[in-house]
């Protein structure tokens, strides 16, 4: 008899410190699309790790749609979620039903792409943009040895979407290092288009980025002038350059950026047609993001490390930036396959759950 009641206290406790271990609750994850990489990685990445923390997880892609997705965020509200995360397709979009957030006492994490033009965002995550635009620039002030006076050498740029604050961050952040040299006349743009309203590219598309950038090779690179370096803010808008450059006939390629290291432009980088990228490892995002989660679903204060960047209009929203971080034909090994974020398999770039 004590045997058993002793048994059964041990049950209860093991009982007790599950239910105190796993939380219990909804999060509402709401990504922009599945047309682009990384955010499939991203929302596979939360709803992994929240659901490992205990909790459900209504995570949704809104095929860049700004419309749908206001619609699955008032899905989300009416399904019981007590946090929302928010990708944004346009950040300046979701005042509203943000407002009916507020209303409810739903915190609303901005995860990535900060949320404008309202108070009902709480927080921010996500990874330092102007650094990300930083190493674009260095890097091409480097391989070009500007620095050291050499020049003059033709730059054009491919920019981002300009309804997603984060593309004029990444601008900022390249311009900064390379407007003194185009300023000394050590890089000249032939296009003359540097501003992000001239070199945006609407949803980041490929196509968007490819059809331009055949426009300007038509105008100022078919008579002979050489294209050094191609500033281009992410992996998707590069691989519309090498598209647009592969049809014209190059068989030299200029410098070419990139941002988010996607499993294609990878192969471009090891076989030395794009010259670099920048890792922005969603695991540690997604890890700060769900910390973030779990702390106000506890009631305490989420982690913050920047306090006065991210002005959105309204307030200054408090911030978690991670570290974004240089990715070349020379460190890729350890950075994206020793650290288990792609396989490699026969030159291809796959993720462990493809393999
Ligand atoms: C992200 C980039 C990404 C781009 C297009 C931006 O908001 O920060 O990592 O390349 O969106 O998806």
């Not at 994850?29 to 790790?49: E, H, I």
């Not at 949803?203 to 055949?214: D, I, L, N």
């Not at 204060?301 to 020379?330: H, M, Q, R, W």
């Amino acid at each position: 008899m004590k045997k058993i009641l002793s048994l059964g206290l041990a049950l209860l406790m093991v009982l007790a410190m599950a239910g105190a271990a796993m939380a219990e609750g909804k999060i509402g994850v709401a990504m922009p699309t599945q047309s682009l990489q990384r955010w499939n990685q991203d929302g596979a990445n939360m709803k992994a790790q929240l659901e490992a923390a205990g909790y459900e997880v209504e995570l949704t892609y809104s095929d860049n749609d700004v419309a749908r997705q206001v619609n699955d965020i008032e899905n989300m509200l009416t399904a019981g979620c007590e946090v929302l995360v928010i990708a944004s397709i346009d950040g300046s979009s979701l005042g509203t039903v943000l407002e009916t957030a507020k209303a409810m006492d739903v915190p609303v994490i901005a995860y990535d792409r900060l949320i404008t033009d309202t108070d009902a965002v709480d927080y921010y995550a996500t990874f330092d943009n102007y650094m990300v635009g930083v190493i674009q620039g260095t890097y091409i002030v480097d391989a070009l040895g500007l620095a050291d006076g050499a020049g003059p050498f033709n730059l054009e740029i491919v920019g981002g979407s300009p309804d997603d604050t984060n593309a004029g961050y990444f601008l900022a952040g390249a311009m900064d290092q390379l407007t003194p040299y185009i300023e000394n006349g050590q890089l000249v743009v032939p296009s003359g288009q540097t501003t992000l309203a001239e070199v945006g590219t609407m949803s980041w598309k490929t196509e968007t980025a490819q059809a331009r950038f055949e426009n300007i090779i038509t105008a100022y690179y078919s008579t002979g002038a050489t294209l050094d370096a191609v500033l281009c803010s992410n992996d998707s808008t590069a691989m519309g350059v090498i598209n647009a450059l592969t049809a014209a006939g190059f068989e030299e390629f200029p410098i070419i950026t990139g941002q988010d290291c996607d499993k294609p432009n990878m192969q471009y980088i090891v076989s030395g047609i794009q010259s670099m990228s920048v890792f922005k490892d969603t695991r540690t995002l997604a890890e700060k993001v769900v910390g973030m989660v779990d702390a106000l679903m506890k009631g305490a204060e989420p982690e913050i490390n920047d306090t006065k960047t991210y002005d959105n209009g309204v307030k200054v929203v408090p911030s978690y930036l991670c570290v974004p971080v240089f990715a070349n034909a020379e460190n890729y090994k350890e950075l994206l396959i020793d650290s288990g974020y792609y396989v490699e398999v026969n030159g291809e770039f796959i993720t462990p759950d493809e393999v």
